[in-house]
């Protein structure tokens, strides 16, 4: 006596199949990843731009806390904690030169506007709006950063995402001290 088939009806394809097209399917992957180490050497040396990108960007937003905190001395005691975290900022994407801790505000705001004129060297004439302005670039900085995670390797992605994490704190302890 035969056995009766299955009266199950097997869908697509057979474990042999795939099976068998399974290494030319690995070829054809392994020949695209070959083509593609061109662009993996451009890759090193557009995080090497984004890298160096975020250090010029954490190194403006230093100039403008050393030129607010010279403009409006009142805010110094609050925005220096904020400022040596954008120091380190700086040097974690391997900038630094302009970024020293110790360096004093009165001569950073005036090297920033000797060298260029830039938004960054004016400074509200009360403490909300001054602080409102830091808030504003900490906030625009922040979401720049979050913005380019997916166009940067792993490990810098990370260092993006906490220092836009840290910047948004920022914007908090900017905007809500005065609540």
């Known amino acids: 006596m035969p056995f009766p088939s299955s009266p199950r009806a097997r ?17 054809l992957t392994g020949c695209t990843g070959e083509d ?7 890759g090193s ?14 190194e403006g937003l230093l100039e403008r806390y050393d030129a607010v905190i010279a403009a409006r001395p009142g805010l110094a005691g609050r925005l220096r904690p904020l400022r040596e975290e954008v120091v380190r900022h700086a040097r974690a994407f391997g900038g630094g030169r302009k ?15 000797s060298a260029s004129p830039s ?17 504003a670039a900490e906030r625009e900085l922040a979401d720049r950063r979050a913005k380019a995670l997916g166009g940067v390797p792993g490990e810098l992605a ?19 001290g005065d609540a």
């Open 158 to 176: 990370r260092l993006l995402a906490s220092v836009a994490a840290a910047g948004a704190a920022h914007v908090y302890l900017l905007t809500e």
């Open 11 to 27: 869908s697509g394809p057979r474990r042999r199949s795939v099976l068998a097209v399974a290494p030319a399917a690995l070829v």
């Open 119 to 135: 938004p960054s060297a004016t400074v509200p004439g009360n403490d909300k709006d001054a602080l409102a302005g830091l808030a």
């Open 36 to 42: 593609s180490g061109g662009p993996a050497g451009d």
């Open 45 to 58: 040396s557009a995080a090497d731009r984004a890298r160096a990108r975020a250090a010029r960007d954490s």
């Open 99 to 113: 970024a020293s801790p110790s360096a004093s505000p009165s001569a950073s705001s005036s090297e920033t506007s």
